[in-house]
């Protein structure tokens, strides 16, 4: 009968093993938060060799603080005998900070406890995140603005504003600019636009915060002021059209002069369906003005 090999492992070996691995392997004492076994690709990681990390407060790399150290650990404690996953900010020796995500679970070793943290540095993946975030949050933003004029469009009026402002007292002004179509056939869209662009800006001026401005459709804009009633609108659009009369503007060395007519309506409003009302009253309330004062479109 042949002689078996027979292999006792040793502590050498089992270290060997672990510094084999490409992941950070952290073994920390649970009663001191005294780091007491770091493999080799920490020192990857953190810039320490494994004989520096040993001994050093586990404060020194995860610098989210005592408190959310002290909460981690807890909650790790109150896993086991499961492991518990979170994400955490840690520094290295020369300062950058990680993001890093920890895989950690309680061991007992020698009637000993501590935690045993497996880490992988998600820095890169964060970064692209955000990244990620803000180019969302940007194509958001744009959706809700009109491309020429730069106010708000209808897609925010009624997607995003109106629902916060339900339930108040809703005053409108909807804008019409007096012989647009005149100014487009004598002087050519570009012009029209210029137009809409400049009386955007002045507007957007005059209500400064106190309201929203939405191009609605056209040469048409809407001025939406909350808590706002009859008399003060009026005051608005008065001001609004006879400054806009008195302004010169200027295309291509022409001269063009322009106003606009305005419509108002104010009322409660508990939903969407109210608020076109509301436009409505504003709409007819700007086609009789126009009537009256015998302006062309």
Request: net charge negative; glycine share 8%; hydrophobic share 40%.
């Given at each position: 009968m042949k002689n078996k090999l027979v292999f006792f492992p040793t502590q050498q070996f089992y270290n060997a093993i672990l510094d084999l691995t490409h992941d950070c392997l952290l073994l920390v004492d649970v009663k001191t938060k005294l780091i007491v076994y770091a493999?080799?690709?920490c020192s990857y990681l953190y810039g320490y060799t494994p004989e520096q990390l040993v001994g050093l407060p586990i404060s020194v790399i995860n610098i989210t603080g005592d408190q959310i150290i002290q909460q981690k650990m807890s909650k790790v404690m109150q896993c086991y005998p499961e492991t518990y996953r979170f994400e955490s900010l840690h520094a290295r020796k020369d300062g950058h900070t990680l993001n890093v995500e920890v895989i950690s679970r309680m061991v007992e070793i020698n009637t000993r406890k501590y935690f045993l943290s497996h880490i992988t540095n998600i820095t890169k993946q964060k970064q692209m995140q955000l990244q990620i975030q803000g180019l969302i949050r940007q194509l958001s933003s744009q959706a809700y603005y009109d491309y020429l004029t730069q106010a708000y469009n209808r897609t925010y009026l009624f997607n995003n504003y109106l629902r916060r402002i339900?339930?108040?007292?809703?005053?409108?002004?909807?804008?019409?600019?007096?012989?647009?179509?005149?100014?487009?056939?004598?002087?050519?869209?570009?012009?029209?636009?210029?137009?809409?662009?400049?009386?955007?800006?002045?507007?957007?001026?005059?209500?400064?915060?106190?309201?929203?401005?939405?191009?609605?459709?056209?040469?048409?804009?809407?001025?939406?002021?909350?808590?706002?009633?009859?008399?003060?609108?009026?005051?608005?659009?008065?001001?609004?059209?006879?400054?806009?009369?008195?302004?010169?503007?200027?295309?291509?060395k022409h001269k063009i002069l322009c106003s606009v007519s305005s419509g108002i309506a104010s009322d409660f409003v508990l939903n969407t369906k109210d608020f076109e009302d509301l436009i409505k009253k504003a709409d007819h309330a700007l086609y009789v003005k126009k009537k009256q004062g015998v302006v062309s479109t």
């Open positions: 493999n080799k690709a339900t339930n108040r007292n809703i005053g409108i002004i909807l804008l019409d600019i007096n012989k647009f179509k005149i100014i487009n056939d004598t002087y050519g869209h570009q012009a029209g636009d210029f137009i809409l662009v400049e009386i955007t800006k002045y507007i957007r001026l005059d209500i400064h915060k106190s309201g929203k401005l939405i191009r609605y459709g056209g040469d048409e804009l809407l001025i939406v002021l909350v808590d706002t009633h009859l008399e003060e609108l009026a005051k608005v659009a008065e001001q609004i059209e006879t400054g806009i009369a008195s302004k010169e503007f200027v295309f291509n």
